[in-house]
């Protein structure tokens, strides 16, 4: 795949993904749109970097590029989701700086419809993936483990993942184990190119 389609896709992610609908806007361009990655993949690509240090929107971007482009894709993905928003950012604190804040203004509730419309993106895309994730009693019980602890009992994210990541890894470590035929035919892929 030539890497300035790459570059491109995610820059048109970068341009339309607002507050966490960023990883919405990946997995409707890279999944749904160019299908350069499927469905499964695509959520083991996000837990992954859910998990990793930094911010997930970015790391995703990162991770995917490189996969599909090597290095120089990673560099260009990353290089096109972060540069629409952080220009925006630079005009939005030098306006913010030259005039204030104006409470009730229609920028503002503008942004109360951004954040409305990103929250309806994040929705929709966990509707679909949740399927494909939650396909067995026990990803049903870690999902309700991780949104308990972190979710309503509020324990700090470090915590929780220091809980249930060796837990889930546990889990399917021997069902990974026992069914080798996945994994070779995920090496198969990456063979054909679409890794």
């Known amino acids: 795949m030539p890497r300035s389609r790459l570059f491109l896709a995610f820059l048109q992610v970068g341009l339309v993904a607002f507050g966490g609908g960023g990883q919405a806007q990946i997995y409707q361009s890279i999944v749904l749109k160019h299908r350069w990655m499927e469905e499964r993949e695509f959520l083991e690509t996000t837990a992954l970097c859910r998990i990793l240090p930094g911010p997930v929107f970015a790391n995703t971007a990162a991770h995917i590029g490189t996969r599909l482009g090597g290095v120089l894709g990673g560099v260009l993905a990353l290089l096109g989701v972060l540069t629409p928003g952080a220009s925006l950012m630079l005009l939005l604190s030098f306006a913010y700086f030259r005039f204030g804040?104006?409470?009730?203004?229609?920028?503002?509730?503008?942004?109360?419809?951004?954040?409305?419309?990103?929250?309806?993106?994040?929705l929709a895309t966990m509707l679909r993936q949740a399927p494909i994730a939650l396909d067995s009693l026990?990803?049903?019980?870690?999902?309700?483990?991780?949104?308990?602890?972190y979710g309503?009992?509020?324990?700090?994210?470090?915590?929780?993942?220091?809980?249930?990541?060796?837990?889930?890894?546990?889990?399917?470590?021997?069902?990974?184990?026992e069914n080798p035929a996945h994994h070779r035919a995920g090496q198969g892929m990456e063979a054909d190119g679409r890794g």
């Not at 954040?115 to 309806?120: E, F, P, S, V, Y």
């Not at 026990?138 to 602890?149: E, R, S």
């Not at 994210?157 to 021997?174: E, H, I, K, Q, R």
């Open 152 to 177: 309503l009992l509020h324990w700090p994210l470090l915590l929780v993942l220091l809980l249930t990541v060796p837990v889930g890894m546990g889990l399917y470590w021997s069902e990974a184990a």
């Open 101 to 122: 804040a104006v409470p009730g203004s229609l920028a503002e509730h503008a942004l109360n419809g951004v954040a409305a419309a990103a929250i309806g993106l994040i």
């Open 138 to 149: 026990k990803a049903i019980g870690l999902a309700l483990v991780v949104f308990v602890t």
